[in-house]
């Protein structure tokens, strides 16, 4: 069975930074297609980052680009969201997610998912 457990969220003022975790287990993250989500009170739930097997290819979505960095510990089987210059705009839940398909995981609709960790960024 797959789990997938968030923490590291918290309420931070504009420009800080935070790190998100997901800790995982019945999956390798090293094998499968992993991605951090996240939705936005009465907004569509966004695709925020993706990582590929073994940290093949990362995507980012352009909100995102050069503030944020994902990333997986292997040994630990661990994935992670490094999150830097906040900004309000960035408040949401967030969630991780993983499948073995990769289209789920490009089209949003991955398989498995994590409760969530809520991200707050005032101004």
């Known amino acids: 069975q797959v789990q997938l457990v968030e923490s590291g969220g918290g309420s931070v003022q504009a420009g800080g930074s935070l790190r998100l975790s997901c800790a995982v287990s019945g999956y390798s993250v090293s094998s499968v297609y992993m991605g951090w989500f996240r939705q936005a009170p009465g907004k569509e739930r966004e695709r925020v980052a993706n990582i590929y097997p073994s940290g093949g290819s990362i995507y980012y979505d352009d909100s995102v680009k050069g503030r944020f960095t994902i990333s997986t510990d292997n040994a630990k089987n661990m994935l992670y969201l490094q999150m830097n210059s906040l900004k309000p705009e960035d408040t949401a839940m967030y969630y991780c997610?993983?499948?073995?398909?990769?289209?789920?995981?490009?089209?949003?609709?991955?398989?498995?998912w994590g409760q969530g960790t809520q991200v707050t960024v005032s101004s």
């Open positions: 997610a993983a499948d073995i398909a990769l289209l789920r995981v490009r089209n949003g609709t991955p398989r498995n």
